[in-house]
């Protein structure tokens, strides 16, 4: 039922900038606070980014300055800005609702900072 799509990563240069994207559908998208997720290979999943329906946002110390998280609730889409990547924000990145359990996760998108 719950499906979350996220597409436009790649390999980009520390430094640089990408901006992916989420695609929901199963769910009331507008009235859900929405988040963006990372994993590195051997960490634990952690939430990077959220916005709530009305486009209050939050950043976990790590991003914040650098990432920007936007949402169009009239296309449920969430997207997220990345600037100024580090190695460290390596990882595949996941949409999904940090305030629901039992979702499924995306396939998530692969987002590689390397020189």
């Known amino acids: 039922q719950v499906h979350m799509v996220e597409s436009g990563g790649g390999l980009v240069q520390p430094g640089g900038s990408l901006r992916i994207s989420c695609t929901a559908s199963g769910f009331m998208f507008s009235i859900n606070v929405m988040g963006w997720f990372r994993q590195a290979p051997g960490k634990q999943r952690e939430l990077v980014a959220s916005?709530?329906?009305?486009?209050?946002?939050e950043y976990a110390n790590s991003v914040r300055g650098r990432f920007t998280i936007s949402r169009d609730n009239f296309k449920n889409m969430v997207y997220l800005q990345m600037n100024s990547l580090k190695p460290e924000d390596t990882a595949v990145y996941y949409c999904?609702?940090?305030?629901?359990?039992?979702?499924?996760w995306g396939q998530g998108t692969q987002v590689t900072v390397s020189s």
């Open positions: 916005i709530t329906g009305k486009g209050v946002t």
């Open positions: 999904g609702r940090p305030f629901v359990t039992g979702d499924n």
